[in-house]
C-alpha cells in the first residue's frame, strides 16, 4: 500500500548558530499508511514534539524530506498550507488555545481558515462535536465555563473539524483522569475508524498503547530507535528501561513468572493475559 | 519573528565580565552611559568605541546576537539619521536638492547620534546578556538599599522586576506554542492587509493573556506557600562581595570618562 505520510532521513536542529544549538532530530526516515494506529513512545527530550511538528509543516527540516501523497510538503507554499489542514496536530494541552466567544465558533476556526462555506462548516462542527461526545446545548456555551476535561474534547474536536487524514496528538490525556482518559481514546479510535483516517499519538503510557496501536516509533536521544509492533518492541524490555521507558505492567509480571520457571507466553494487554491464564494447566492450580 | 526578541535574556557564560558584580556592572553602565552623552568628537567617540568592542571581546557574547539584537531599532535609527541630516545647518554645504541641504554639521550630527544610540542599545544589551536577572535584580536592590531610608518598598520593586524578567522568556516561548497551535488549525500570521494580520492575531492574544494570568495566580500561591512576606527580615543565599575584577573595573571605567571628559573639555 503506497504510504500516506514519509519522512526521509529528517534531521533538525534547534537555534542553529547560537550558544543554545541542539539537534532535535538527528536522520530520521519512516512511513506510515492510511488507518494505521501508531504510538509514539520517547523519554523527554528525546525528540517527540520536534517530530511531530515536522509531520504537518509547522518546522521546515534543516535536511531531509517531509512527503505527503508523494508530494514534498516544502515544494511550494500551498503544499504547505495544504499540509497543516490534512495532517492534524494536536499539541500538549491544547484547551490552553481555546479563545473564541462559543464552542462552537472555537471548533468552527480550522474550517472556516479551509475557506469552506457556511453549510459545510456547520455539518463539519456538529460531526466533530458528535465525535467526542459534546451536546448541542454545549456548543454555545463559553469554552472557558467548561470543565478541563471538556475544554481538552472541544481543542481536540477543533482539529477533528478539519477532517484530517493524519491525526497527531501529543499526550491527548495528559492531567485527566480515568474515566476521561478511557473517553478520549474511545472518541479517537472511533474518528480513526469512521474515516479510515491514521493516528499517531504520543504517550507516556504504555499499557495505552499496548492496548491502541498496531505500531509503535520508539525514540531516543533525537533518533529514532525503534519501529516495529507493540509484542515486538515490548520484548526488548531491557533497551526500553534504558532509555527511561518502561513495559507494560502486566508484561512485567508475565516476565517475572517465566523467570520464576512458569512456561507462560509474552503478553502486553490485560486481555492476553487473562486468555494466557484461563489456558494455562487448566485454571484450577492458579489460584 | 518572535527569536529577534533578546531583551532580557541571558547567555550562561563564565567570563570575567559574567564574573564581574551586578553592582559593578550596573555601575559601570551608568558610567559608560554618561561618557557616551559627554563624548562630541571623533576621537572620542573612539575612545568608546574601542573600549565597547574590548569589553565584547572579553564577554565572549557573540557579536552576531548582539546585531541581532537591533533589527527591531532599525525605524528609530533611520528616523534619528535623517532629522538630524537635513535638520542641522552648519559648516560646508555638501549637497543641495530642492529645500534640502545636508552639510558637513549635519552629516557629522547624524552619524554621531546613530553611533550614540547604537552603543547605548549595545552597552545595555551587553549588561542583560552577560547577568543572570536574579543577580541583576539582587544588584540593583542593594544599590538602591538607600532608598529604604525614604520609604521606597525596594525590596518589593526589585521583587516585581525579577519576575517581570523572569517572565519575558517564559511568555515567548507560550506566545510560540501557542502560535504553532493555531497554525496548525490553518491561522494565517504572515499574509493578509495590517487589518487582517492584526486580526489573526486575536486567537494568539486571548490565550496568551489568560496563560499570563494564571501562571501569575500561581506564582502568587506558590509564593504564599513558601511564607514570602517581603523583604523584612529576609537573608540572602548568595551575598554580594566586590572581588578584585571590580576594582579593576572601576578602575578602567574611571580612566575611560576622565579620558572622555578631558578630551571633551579641550573641546576636541
Known amino acids: 500500500m503506497k504510504p500516506i505520510l514519509e519522512i526521509k532521513n529528517v534531521t533538525y536542529i534547534y537555534s542553529a548558530g547560537t550558544p543554545f544549538e541542539h539537534k532535535a532530530l538527528d536522520d530520521v526516515s519512516f512511513a506510515v499508511s492510511r488507518g494505521e494506529f501508531i504510538g509514539i513512545i520517547g523519554h523527554t527530550g528525546s525528540g517527540k514534539s520536534t517530530l511531530m511538528q515536522q509531520l504537518n509543516g509547522l518546522l521546515k527540516p534543516t535536511s531531509g524530506t517531509v512527503l505527503l501523497d508523494g508530494q514534498d510538503i516544502w515544494a511550494d507554499k500551498k503544499l504547505t498550507r495544504q499540509a497543516r489542514f490534512r495532517v492534524g496536530l494536536v499539541f500538549q494541552y491544547p484547551e490552553y488555545q481555546l479563545f473564541e466567544e462559543t464552542v462552537y465558533k472555537d471548533i468552527a476556526f480550522g474550517p472556516k481558515n479551509m475557506g469552506l462555506d457556511e453549510q459545510e462548516i456547520d455539518r463539519r462542527v456538529r460531526e466533530a462535536a458528535g465525535f467526542v461526545g459534546l451536546t448541542d446545548q454545549q456548543l454555545e456555551v463559553s469554552p472557558f465555563d467548561l470543565s478541563g476535561g471538556q475544554k481538552r474534547r472541544v481543542a481536540i474536536a477543533g482539529v477533528i473539524a478539519m477532517e484530517p487524514e493524519v491525526l497527531i496528538l501529543d499526550e491527548p490525556t495528559a492531567g485527566l483522569d480515568p474515566v476521561g482518559r478511557a473517553e478520549i481514546l474511545g472518541n479517537i479510535e472511533q474518528y480513526r475508524k469512521a474515516k479510515n483516517a491514521t493516528v499517531m499519538m504520543v504517550s507516556h503510557s504504555m499499557e495505552d498503547v499496548a492496548r491502541l496501536t498496531d505500531r509503535l516509533l520508539v525514540m531516543n536521544g533525537a533518533r529514532l530507535a525503534m519501529d516495529a509492533a507493540p509484542a515486538e518492541i515490548f520484548t526488548h524490555a531491557e533497551q526500553l528501561v534504558e532509555m527511561g521507558l518502561n513495559i507494560p505492567q502486566v508484561t512485567q509480571v508475565f516476565l517475572h513468572l517465566r523467570k520464576m520457571g512458569l512456561d507462560v507466553p509474552n503478553v502486553y494487554t490485560i486481555d492476553q493475559a487473562v486468555k494466557a491464564l484461563k489456558g494455562f494447566g487448566g485454571g484450577a492450580n492458579i489460584c | ?268
Not at chain 2, 567570563?15 to 564581574?20: F, M, Y
Not at chain 2, 559601570?28 to 565597547?52: E, N, Q, R
Not at chain 2, 525579577?162 to 488549525?185: N, V
Open chain 2, 1 to 268: 519573528m518572535l527569536k529577534d526578541i533578546t531583551l532580557g535574556q541571558y547567555f550562561p557564560g563564565n567570563s570575567p565580565i559574567h564574573r564581574l558584580d551586578p553592582r559593578t556592572k550596573l555601575i559601570m553602565l551608568v558610567v559608560y552611559i554618561v561618557a557616551l552623552f559627554m563624548a562630541g568628537s571623533w576621537i572620542s567617540y573612539g575612545v568608546m568605541l574601542v573600549f565597547l568592542v574590548a569589553v565584547v571581546k572579553i564577554s565572549t557574547i557573540p557579536p552576531k546576537s548582539i546585531i541581532r539584537g537591533m533589527k527591531p531599532l532599525v525605524m528609530i535609527l533611520v528616523f534619528t539619521g535623517v532629522l538630524n541630516l537635513f535638520f542641522t545647518q552648519d559648516g560646508r554645504v555638501l549637497v543641495e536638492f530642492g529645500i534640502f541641504t545636508v552639510t558637513t554639521g549635519g552629516l557629522k550630527r547624524a552619524v554621531f547620534m546613530v553611533a550614540r544610540i547604537l552603543m547605548l542599545i549595545a552597552g545595555t544589551f551587553l549588561l542583560t546578556y552577560t547577568t543572570s536577572p536574579i543577580s541583576l535584580t539582587d544588584g540593583l536592590e542593594s544599590l538602591m538599599n538607600p532608598l529604604k531610608k525614604i520609604g521606597v518598598p525596594v525590596h518589593e520593586l526589585s521583587m516585581m522586576m525579577c519576575i517581570a524578567l523572569r517572565f519575558i522568556p517564559i511568555l515567548i516561548e507560550e506566545t510560540d506554542k501557542i502560535m504553532s497551535a493555531q497554525k496548525a488549525r490553518g491561522a494565517d500570521f504572515e499574509n493578509g492587509s495590517l487589518m487582517e494580520r492584526a486580526k489573526a492575531l486575536i486567537p494568539v492574544l486571548v490565550p496568551l493573556f489568560i496563560s499570563a494570568f494564571r501562571r501569575a495566580d500561581e506564582l502568587a500561591t506558590a509564593m504564599e506557600c513558601r511564607c514570602y512576606q517581603g523583604g523584612e527580615g529576609r537573608t540572602k543565599m548568595k551575598l554580594l562581595h566586590y572581588h578584585r575584577n571590580d576594582m579593576t573595573a572601576f578602575c578602567l571605567g574611571a580612566g575611560v570618562i576622565a579620558l572622555v571628559g578631558v578630551l571633551s573639555a579641550f573641546g576636541l
